[in-house]
């Protein structure tokens, strides 16, 4: 199979490249980078106008099987991935049955085999069914193919387990991925804790709560060397923490998703519980912080926590409503209007953001288009005009904040391994 993309403009950090190229791929693989490129050819795209960078990545998702397939699957969440410029996502393991063995790991990948769309690289359990009291085996999960391992939205509650944790990973070369929050003082909360919640008689998530396990996180990292990922970090005092850390040489990464991105506590006024994620939104302050994490290279990663959700389990009460809000189809489209167009980053730290920085963490040969790697590219229009539309998403769930949001940007083509998973002209 032979691609050749003519006259993109091609960004690669990995290459300090950011001009109009050709690029070409053979059975897989990126064959050659260069000016008027011929070749012969299966396929051709005009890529003019377009930006063409290696394929995202996506380091946090919820694909839900096995188990709640009625709200997503690997086929649905990959569909979805591809039309949301996605080569590769890494899948949560808060499945039915939780992902805390080579077993489960294994049909998961054997599942994403099968479907064939993009690349499904499953995230292992920190402790036995995510319960918070011994330690799943990492060896195995990681021979299985785990790429990293958490207990997501069941965070681990004991220092001194996560301390263990930190250890057993950092023996296999692998990160922790936590979702930081101590439940004590989340407990019963709905919403960011402050004048909004107030107003509302909702309870409150206090940012402390977030912060505190940050800190904790931090501390365990740079007293046993293990590499601690900060999940969908969300308040001003977190970045600090972790700009801080990073001066201090303390093994720390962190993740932004949109909707804490461009959303703040504000937007849940109307009860609507689709704004309603944990951590949940906080305030203007806090977003500011994050953009400006994002821009200075606090924060590393960009990714969508995308969490489906039945429509009837959002449909009740927002005090008793799940957390969660889906964004694989979402997140490149907002990224591309609400921070790259406006200058806020520029393209060649976005794709840092969202592809070379996720596969460093997840030790993965991807994130490049040098000559010889594998061939993801993703294809994207910075003026593409769209408004979305959550009826027509490929996700099995509806639960998006942004339905009806009118945005600057979006997919053209995304590229698995030099074949054209997703077409935007087929697929409108």
Request: net charge negative.
């Amino acid at each position: 199979m032979r691609l050749l993309l003519k006259n993109g403009f091609l960004v690669d950090p990995s290459q300090n490249l950011s001009e109009v190229l050709d690029l070409l791929t053979v059975d897989g693989l990126v064959a050659a980078l260069g000016h008027n490129l011929q070749s012969k050819s299966d396929q051709q795209i005009d890529a003019s106008g377009r930006l063409v960078v290696p394929g995202l990545i996506d380091l946090h998702v919820h694909l839900r099987e096995p188990g709640r397939e009625d709200v997503e699957t690997i086929e649905t969440g990959a569909k979805a991935a591809a039309a949301g410029g996605f080569t590769s996502i890494c899948c949560m393991p808060n499945t039915q049955p939780i992902n805390d063995c080579a077993a489960v790991t294994t049909y998961i990948r054997s599942r994403a085999s099968q479907v064939n769309v993009v690349n499904v690289w499953p995230v292992g359990a920190i402790t036995r069914a995510s319960e918070g009291r011994e330690l799943a085996d990492f060896a195995e999960m990681m021979a299985a193919g785990a790429v990293a391992f958490s207990d997501d939205g069941k965070p681990v509650p004991e220092a001194q387990l996560m301390r263990r944790a930190l250890q057993y990973a950092a023996q296999l070369g692998m990160p922790i991925i936590d979702h930081c929050q101590d439940r004590s003082l989340s407990a019963r909360g709905a919403m960011h804790e402050g004048a909004v919640s107030a107003m509302l008689g909702i309870p409150g998530i206090p940012a402390s709560a977030e912060e505190s396990h940050v800190a904790r996180d931090i501390l365990l990292a740079e007293e046993t060397g293990g590499q601690i990922h900060i999940a969908h970090i969300s308040t001003r005092r977190g970045v600090e923490m972790v700009r801080a850390a990073k001066a201090r040489g303390v093994r720390v990464t962190a993740e932004a998703t949109p909707h804490h991105l461009f959303l703040t506590e504000s937007a849940v006024l109307g009860f609507d519980t689709n704004f309603k994620m944990n951590p949940p939104l906080r305030t203007e302050d806090d977003r500011q912080a994050l953009i400006q994490g994002l821009a200075d290279g606090t924060i590393d990663i960009l990714a969508t926590d995308h969490a489906p959700h039945h429509l009837d389990e959002k449909l009740g009460e927002f005090d008793r409503a799940p957390f969660g809000v889906i964004g694989l189809e979402t997140a490149i489209p907002l990224v591309l209007d609400r921070l790259v167009n406006p200058g806020l980053i520029d393209l060649s730290r976005f794709v840092q953001l969202a592809s070379t920085s996720p596969a460093s963490l997840v030790r993965k040969e991807r994130g490049t288009l040098k000559q010889g790697a594998v061939a993801d590219v993703t294809v994207l229009d910075p003026d593409l005009q769209q408004t979305f539309d959550a009826n027509r998403f490929r996700s099995k769930s509806r639960n998006t904040p942004f339905d009806g949001w009118q945005v600057r940007g979006g997919v053209s083509y995304t590229i698995v391994a030099g074949e054209v998973v997703y077409d935007r002209s087929q697929n409108q």
